[in-house]
C-alpha cells in the first residue's frame, strides 16, 4: 500500500474552519446518531400522538360553548411542549455530555480549537433542528385535532388571533429547552447527571417552589421558571399590556420568551465558562 | 518541528511533566519512549492545546497548535483511537471533522482508502476491534495532509500487516519531509521505526538523541573471553575502570576493554584464547537501564528475576 496518494508536494488550500463550517460539522454530527435522530423524531411523534388523544377524548374535558382559542391552544400544545421540552433537554445534554463520555470532544476541539465556536455551533445547530422539529411536532398537532374539533363545531383555525404566536412561541420555547440542556451538559460532562438536572430544573424547579411553606410572593416565583415560561410562551398573548406580575401571579407570553432565554443563555454561560476552564 | 520550552504539567502536587525542553524535528521519526505514566501522553496532549500546561509553552511550527488557523492543515493527531461516538459511522465520523475545514468528501474517502477501511467504512465504529479504530484513527490524522503527524501508541492493538503498514507509513512521511512524532512503549516497534528517540520518566527526559547514541550511552559494551588461564588474563588486564567478572560457565566478562583490546592484551602475554565476542546492548537493554527507579508501576518482584541472565 502506498503511503499517501496526494504527496506533501501539492500544498493544501488552508481553509481555516468558518462558523458555517463548524455548523455543518455539528449538523452532520446530529444527523449521524441514532440516539439524537431519534429523539427529534419523538418530539414530533410524542407531540403528534398526545395531542391527538387529548383531541379524541376532547369531550371529556368540559367543552366550551364555541370555537375557543384557549381551548384549542390547551389540545395542541400541553403534550407536545409537556414532552418536547424533556425530549429537547435530555437531547442537548447528550449532544455535548454524550462527546465528552465518547471522547469525541477531543476530534472536535483539535479541529476547531474555539471552544465557545464549537458550544456556539453545537447550540445553533440544537437549536434550529429541535425548534424545527417542534413546529412540524406543533403545526402536526393543530392539523390532527382540527377535524376532531370540527366534528364538535369547535375548531379554530391558524388565522385567529393568537394561535400562530402562540404555536410558533411554544416551538421556540423547546428549542430554548435543548439549548438549556447543552448548556448543563457543557457544565457537568456526564450524561446520566446532566439528564437528571435538565429533568429537575424543567420538571421538579417549579413544583417545588409552588409548595414551599412560604409567602405567595415567594411561591409565585414559580412562575419564573422555565416550564412557567413554556406555558406563557405557547399561550395566546393577552392584550392587557401587563408584562408580568409575581404577586398576582400572571407572567405575559413576552416575559416568557424573556425567562425562557434567560434560563437557556444563562447555562450555556455557565457551560462555556466550564469549558474554557478545564482540561479535555 | 515540535519545540517545547521549560514544559510543566501539574496535577494537585503530583508533577506529570517537570520543566522539559525538547524538539521535533521535520524529516524524521521521533519516537517518546517511556514507562506507563512517565508523561508521554500529557506531553502529546499539551502539544494540541488539550490540556494547558502548568508553565512553559509547546510551539508546532512556531505557534500555538491554537493559534494555527486551519490546525488540521498542520497538525495531524492520534491520542485514543477509541475516542470516537461508537454510534456513527467511520465515513461520517470523518466527514464531520472534515467539514470543519471544508476538506471535501473525496479526500475523506481517500484516507479511507489509505487506511484500508473501505469495506468498513459504512459501519458504526462501535463495532471496531482496536486494531480498526487505529486505522481510523490513522486516517483521521493524515486528513489534513499535515505537515506534522503525533500518534500516541499507533500499532496497539494492530496484526502484524497493520504494524508494517504504520512503520513504513510513518517513514513515508518522514521521508517527505513532514515532523512525525510517535510514542510507543514497544521497544522492537521503536528500534525499527524512528530515527531518534526521547525517553522520559516521571515527566522527565531520561535520553534525547538518535537511537544508536542512547543505546551505547545508556548499556556497557561487555566483552566476552573463555581462556584456559582466566586468573592470569584477569591479572593482565587489570587497571582502573576495568572490571572482570568470572561467570558460572567458566567465561570471563570484561567492561571497559573492547575485543580488540583483550585479545592484542592477551596475546602480548602469551595467553591462549578460544573465544573473544564483543557484546553490545540493546534497545531494551538501554531503556532499563534509563528507565531504572523512573517506573511508576512496577510489579514487585520483576527487578531481582531479570537483573541476572
Known amino acids: 500500500m502506498n503511503a499517501l496518494e496526494t504527496p506533501r508536494a501539492a500544498a493544501p488550500a488552508e481553509h481555516p474552519p468558518r462558523f458555517v463550517d463548524v455548523l455543518l460539522s455539528e449538523f452532520i454530527k446530529l444527523g449521524s446518531l441514532r440516539s439524537t435522530v431519534s429523539l427529534l423524531l419523538a418530539i414530533v411523534v410524542f407531540g403528534l400522538a398526545v395531542s391527538f388523544i387529548l383531541g379524541v377524548t376532547a369531550e371529556g374535558a368540559g367543552l366550551p360553548d364555541g370555537p375557543s382559542v384557549g381551548f384549542m391552544l390547551d389540545q395542541v400544545t400541553i403534550g407536545t411542549v409537556l414532552f418536547g421540552q424533556l425530549l429537547a433537554g435530555v437531547l442537548g445534554v447528550l449532544i455535548i455530555s454524550g462527546e465528552y463520555s465518547s471522547g469525541t470532544i477531543q476530534s472536535t476541539l483539535l479541529a476547531v480549537s474555539g471552544r465557545g465556536t464549537v458550544l456556539a455551533a453545537k447550540a445553533v445547530v440544537l437549536f434550529l433542528t429541535v425548534t424545527a422539529a417542534a413546529l412540524v411536532a406543533m403545526f402536526g398537532s393543530w392539523a390532527v385535532t382540527y377535524p376532531l374539533l370540527a366534528a364538535l363545531g369547535i375548531e379554530v383555525g391558524l388565522t385567529a388571533p393568537g394561535v400562530l404566536s402562540a404555536l410558533i412561541g411554544g416551538s421556540v420555547y423547546i428549542g430554548l429547552s435543548a439549548v438549556l440542556g447543552s448548556g448543563i451538559g457543557a457544565l457537568l460532562r456526564s450524561v446520566a447527571a446532566g439528564v437528571a438536572t435538565v429533568i429537575s430544573i424543567i420538571l421538579l424547579l417549579p413544583i417545588v417552589l409552588s409548595v414551599l411553606p412560604a409567602s405567595s410572593l415567594v411561591r409565585n416565583f414559580h412562575l419564573l421558571s422555565m416550564s412557567k415560561a413554556g406555558d406563557a410562551m405557547s399561550s395566546a398573548p393577552d392584550d392587557g399590556g401587563i408584562f408580568m406580575d409575581l404577586a398576582d401571579g400572571y407572567v405575559s407570553s413576552s416575559a416568557g420568551w424573556l425567562v425562557a432565554a434567560t434560563w437557556a443563555g444563562l447555562f450555556l454561560l455557565m457551560g462555556f465558562l466550564q469549558l474554557r476552564r478545564r482540561d479535555v | ?290 528507565t531504572a527507579g523512573e517506573v511508576e508501576y512496577r510489579s514487585s518482584n520483576s527487578s531481582g528475576s531479570g537483573a541476572h541472565k
Open chain 2, 1 to 290: 518541528m515540535i519545540e517545547a520550552e521549560a514544559l510543566v504539567k501539574r496535577y494537585g502536587s503530583k508533577v506529570a511533566v517537570d520543566a522539559i525542553d525538547f524538539t521535533v524535528r521535520p524529516g524524521q521519526v521521533t519516537g517518546f519512549l517511556g514507562p506507563n505514566g512517565a508523561g508521554k501522553s500529557t506531553m502529546m496532549r499539551m502539544i494540541v492545546g488539550l490540556d494547558r500546561p502548568t508553565a512553559g509553552r509547546v510551539s508546532v511550527n512556531g505557534r500555538l497548535y491554537h493559534e494555527h488557523r486551519a490546525p488540521l492543515r498542520e497538525v495531524g493527531v492520534l491520542l485514543d483511537a477509541k475516542a470516537v461516538n461508537g454510534g456513527r459511522s467511520a465515513y461520517k465520523h470523518l466527514l464531520a471533522i472534515a467539514a470543519t475545514h471544508r476538506i471535501g468528501a473525496s479526500r475523506v474517502r481517500e484516507v479511507i482508502g489509505l487506511a484500508g477501511l473501505e469495506s468498513v467504512a459504512g459501519k458504526r465504529v462501535g463495532g471496531f476491534s482496536l486494531g480498526m479504530s487505529q486505522r481510523l484513527g490513522i486516517a483521521t490524522a493524515l486528513l489534513g495532509d499535515p505537515a506534522t503527524i503525533i500518534l500516541d501508541e499507533p500499532v496497539n492493538g494492530l496484526d502484524p500487516e497493520g504494524v508494517r503498514w504504520v512503520r513504513t507509513l510513518m517513514r513515508d512521511l518522514a521521508a517527505e519531509g513532514r515532523t512525525v512524532l510517535l510514542s510507543s512503549h514497544l521497544m522492537s516497534e521503536m528500534a525499527q521505526t524512528a530515527d531518534r528517540l526521547i525517553v522520559i520518566g516521571r515527566g522527565r527526559i531520561l535520553a534525547d538523541d538518535s537511537i544508536s547514541s542512547v543505546i551505547s550511552e545508556a548499556t556497557r559494551s561487555v566483552t566476552r573471553v573463555r581462556t584456559p588461564d582466566p586468573e592470569r588474563l584477569m591479572a593482565t588486564i587489570a587497571g582502573p575502570d576495568i572490571v572482570s567478572s568470572m561467570l558460572a560457565d567458566g567465561a570471563i566478562e570484561i567492561t571497559g576493554l573492547s575485543a580488540e583490546q583483550v585479545a592484542i592484551a592477551a596475546s602480548a602475554a602469551g595467553i591462549v584464547l578460544y573465544e573473544v565476542t564483543s557484546i553490545s546492548g540493546s534497545l531494551e537493554d538501554a531503556y532499563i537501564a534509563l
